[in-house]
């Protein structure tokens, strides 16, 4: 039997990204990615759900560089779960997407400077 694990989201980023370093010196990224649901709730609105992200390397540099607050990317990946021990020692559980690539979707960087890009940029690992 095959098992599948893969996710594909396209959405809005909640707050503006900010990579940092592991001890090894990789990147890493976590971004909170808002997405529409397909259907209204009772009172008419479209509710959203927000999706905890990982990126690493070069994707979590360029996502870094990129994108901000309301950027739309598109993300596929795989769901993984963790747990930890917080300091008042209570277990916490975390579900999260880990990227295996990211597309920004806006047609510009908003808030910069930076030139507008031509096509969507695709970043695979």
Do not use: H
């Not at 940092?20 to 649901?37: C, D, F, I, P, Q």
């Amino acid at each position: 039997m095959k098992v599948i694990n893969q996710v594909t989201l396209v959405g809005r980023l909640t707050k503006d990204p900010e990579a940092r370093k592991t001890a090894e010196g990789r990147s890493v990224l976590n971004v909170t990615v808002a997405v529409n649901r397909q259907f209204k709730n009772q009172q008419g609105q479209v509710d959203a759900d927000f999706v905890l992200c990982k990126l690493w390397n070069k994707a979590a540099d360029n996502t870094d560089k990129y994108c901000r607050k309301g950027s739309v990317v598109g993300i596929t990946g795989r769901i993984q779960t963790r747990n930890y021990e917080n300091d008042q020692g209570k277990r916490i559980y975390v579900t999260e997407v880990v990227a295996e690539s990211i597309r920004f979707l806006d047609s510009k960087p908003p808030d910069r400077d930076q030139a507008p890009a031509k096509e969507p940029v695709d970043l695979p690992f």
